[in-house]
C-alpha cells in the first residue's frame, strides 16, 4: 500500500492542474489603429443576444436605458490612447480609461473613467473619476448584430481623426476622436533633416500635402533630389506640384516635362506618364497669357 500512495499523489497532483478549457460566453475580443501617430486600443468583451432583447426602457432589457453600463461583459471595456487626444472635443491624456456608457433612447452619455481596477463592478464607480463625459445621438441598423461590436472607423483622408463605433442589436454609437502629429512631425523634419539629407523628401512631401511653407517645401524637395536619386521621376513630379503651387508656371513646366521623359524611360512608370502629361495640360492651360506686343 505505501509502494501505490506515490502514484495516487501523482494522479490527484495531475488532477488538480488539468484544467478543461470551452469557449467563453462572451469571448474576448481587441481592436486596434493608428490614427496619425497615436496608437488607439481597446480590449473587451463581446457578449451575445442569444434572443433577448438588449437596450429599452425596462426590467425586460438586459441593457436597460438610463442605467450605467460597463459597454461589454466580464471585466468591461478598456480604451487606450499613446497620446494627448481630443474626444468629442474634450481634453484626454494619453493612458488607459474605462469606458462606460448609460444608454438612451435618444441619447448616449458615454464616460472615459481613470480608474479601470473597478472593473465591471459598477458599484464602485464614482463620477469624480470621469476623465471625459459627454453626449451622443444613437443611430439605427438596418442589420442586426448579433455580438456586440467595437471598431475604429471613418479615419480621416488627413489622418487628424477617426470615430470609435459600438454596435450591438440595432443600434449604433460613434464618438469621434481627434490628433495631433503636426508636433511630433515637425520636430523629427528638424532632427532628421540634419543628420540624413534623404529625409528632405519626406520632409517637402509633407509641407506640400500640409499647405505649409511651400518656399521651403521646394528648397527641400531640390535639396533631396540633388543628394539622392536624380532619377527619381516621382519626386521630380513632386517638385513641379510644387513649384504649380507657387504660381511657378515656367518652372513647373520644364520640371514636369524632365519627370515624363525619365518615368518613359523607366521598366514601370506607377502611372507617372499621364500624371505628368495631365500636369502638363494643366499648367499650359492655366499659365497667364503675356500680352501681344503693339507694333
Same mark, same amino acid.
Given at each position: 500500500?505505501?509502494? =501505490?500512495?506515490?502514484?495516487? =499523489?501523482?494522479?490527484?497532483?495531475? %488532477?488538480?492542474? @488539468?484544467?478543461?478549457?470551452?469557449?467563453?460566453?462572451?469571448?474576448?475580443?481587441?481592436?486596434?489603429?493608428?490614427?496619425?501617430?497615436?496608437?488607439?486600443?481597446?480590449?473587451?468583451?463581446?457578449?451575445?443576444?442569444?434572443?433577448?432583447?438588449?437596450? %429599452?426602457?425596462?426590467?425586460?432589457?438586459? $441593457?436597460?436605458? %438610463?442605467? =450605467?453600463?460597463?459597454?461589454?461583459?466580464?471585466?468591461?471595456?478598456?480604451?487606450?490612447?499613446?497620446?494627448? $487626444?481630443? $474626444?468629442?472635443?474634450?481634453?484626454?491624456?494619453?493612458?488607459?480609461?474605462?469606458?462606460?456608457?448609460?444608454?438612451?433612447?435618444?441619447?448616449?452619455?458615454?464616460?472615459?473613467?481613470?480608474?479601470?481596477?473597478?472593473?465591471?463592478?459598477?458599484?464602485?464607480?464614482?463620477?469624480?473619476?470621469?476623465? @471625459?463625459?459627454?453626449?451622443?445621438?444613437?443611430?439605427?441598423?438596418?442589420?442586426?448584430?448579433?455580438?456586440?461590436?467595437?471598431?475604429?472607423?471613418?479615419?480621416?483622408?488627413?489622418?487628424?481623426?477617426?470615430?470609435?463605433?459600438?454596435?450591438?442589436?440595432?443600434?449604433?454609437?460613434?464618438?469621434n476622436v481627434t490628433v495631433d502629429y503636426d508636433a511630433k512631425v515637425m520636430k523629427a523634419i528638424e532632427a532628421g533633416t540634419r543628420v540624413n539629407p534623404g529625409n528632405y523628401i519626406a520632409a517637402a512631401n509633407y509641407f506640400f500635402e500640409n499647405k505649409k511653407d511651400l518656399n521651403k517645401a521646394l528648397e527641400w524637395i531640390t535639396l533631396g533630389i540633388e543628394t539622392g536619386n536624380r532619377e527619381a521621376f516621382w519626386n521630380i513630379h513632386t517638385k513641379a506640384k510644387i513649384q504649380h503651387a507657387l504660381g511657378d508656371y515656367k518652372g513647373a513646366l520644364a520640371t514636369a516635362q524632365q519627370s515624363l521623359d525619365l518615368a518613359k524611360k523607366a521598366a514601370s512608370d506607377f502611372g507617372y506618364i499621364k500624371m505628368n502629361e495631365d500636369l502638363i495640360a494643366k499648367l499650359n492651360a492655366e499659365m497667364p497669357k503675356t500680352p501681344a506686343k503693339k507694333k
Open positions: 500500500m505505501k509502494k =501505490l500512495l506515490p502514484v495516487f =499523489l501523482l494522479i490527484a497532483a495531475l %488532477g488538480a492542474q @488539468a484544467q478543461i478549457q470551452t469557449p467563453a460566453a462572451s469571448p474576448a475580443g481587441t481592436v486596434s489603429s493608428v490614427v496619425g501617430l497615436t496608437d488607439i486600443s481597446i480590449k473587451y468583451s463581446r457578449p451575445k443576444m442569444k434572443g433577448r432583447k438588449i437596450f %429599452g426602457s425596462g426590467s425586460d432589457f438586459l $441593457v436597460p436605458y %438610463g442605467e =450605467l453600463w460597463r459597454t461589454g461583459a466580464n471585466q468591461g471595456t478598456i480604451i487606450t490612447f499613446s497620446d494627448d $487626444v481630443k $474626444v468629442e472635443g474634450k481634453d484626454v491624456k494619453k493612458g488607459e480609461y474605462m469606458l462606460l456608457t448609460i444608454p438612451g433612447a435618444d441619447t448616449w452619455t458615454v464616460i472615459l473613467y481613470s480608474d479601470p481596477s473597478i472593473g465591471g463592478n459598477m458599484a464602485n464607480y464614482k463620477q469624480d473619476k470621469d476623465a @471625459a463625459r459627454f453626449t451622443v445621438k444613437p443611430t439605427r441598423l438596418a442589420e442586426t448584430v448579433q455580438t456586440f461590436t467595437i471598431g475604429i472607423s471613418d479615419i480621416a483622408d488627413d489622418n487628424t481623426n477617426a470615430n470609435v463605433q459600438l454596435a450591438w442589436e440595432n443600434t449604433s454609437v460613434k464618438f
